[in-house]
Structures are given as structure tokens and as C-alpha cells.
């Protein structure tokens, strides 16, 4: 069965850190590029980061350059986004997804596999 299954988010302070994984089976993972999206109450989902299947290209959302880091372990068919300096604004649910290809991370047609999400709520 395939899956994509997110983990590691919860409560934070401001300025506070997360790391975040995604945990994939049931589909040749490294086939994949992987991206993460994000999406706030009353808001559209918006693209994060993505991560190119062998992990030698990444993209960020200019809102996220500098404080949050995407890396993957093919290995252990996992993604990971490690996040820093988070602020109230970030809170919303992260999803992860797959997609054939990591390229602007506004063509979120093309990512054809998706986790359930992981709730990030930054609050002091």
C-alpha cells in the first residue's frame, strides 16, 4: 500500500526549532522527488521545499530561505525538513508529497502522492 506519512511537528515557541520527517512504502521512493507544502487555516496550500530524487537539487520558497533545510536518506525512504527560527506565521499544517520531478514549487499538479500532514502551531 502506498503511503507517504509525516511526523514531527507540534507546539514551538517563536525562534524555537522542528525537524520534520516523511516516511514513504509502496513505491520506488528514489523514483521521486519529494516536496513539502503547507497549509494555514483560511489559506491555500502553498509549496515549501522540494528535493530532487538522488537529493543533489533543492528549491525553497523564498518566505523559508535560510531557516528551513530539506535533505533525504533513499535508504530509509524518508525526507526530512528541519526548521528554524520558527515564527507564528508558519503555523499550519505540512504536508509532504511526491512528484516525478522537483521544479516550481507552484506546479503543485504534479505531485501525484500525498501524507496526511503534520500539525506546526508556533505560539509562545
Known amino acids: 500500500q502506498l503511503q507517504l506519512v509525516e511526523s514531527g511537528g507540534g507546539l514551538v515557541q517563536p525562534g524555537g526549532s522542528l525537524s520534520l520527517s516523511c516516511a514513504a512504502s509502496?513505491?520506488?521512493?528514489?523514483?521521486?522527488?519529494i516536496g513539502w507544502f503547507r497549509q494555514a487555516p483560511g489559506k491555500e496550500r502553498e509549496g515549501v521545499s522540494c528535493?530532487?530524487?538522488?537529493?543533489?537539487?533543492?528549491n525553497y520558497a523564498d518566505s523559508v530561505k535560510g531557516r528551513f533545510s530539506i535533505s533525504r536518506d533513499n535508504a530509509k525512504n524518508t525526507v526530512y525538513l528541519r526548521i528554524h527560527s520558527l515564527k507564528p506565521e508558519d503555523t499550519a499544517i505540512y504536508y509532504c508529497a511526491a512528484s516525478p520531478r522537483c521544479r516550481s514549487l507552484d506546479l503543485i499538479d504534479e505531485y501525484i502522492y500525498w501524507g496526511q500532514g503534520t500539525q506546526v502551531t508556533v505560539s509562545s
Open positions: 528535493i530532487s530524487k538522488g537529493g543533489g537539487v533543492s
Open positions: 509502496g513505491f520506488s521512493f528514489d523514483y521521486y522527488a
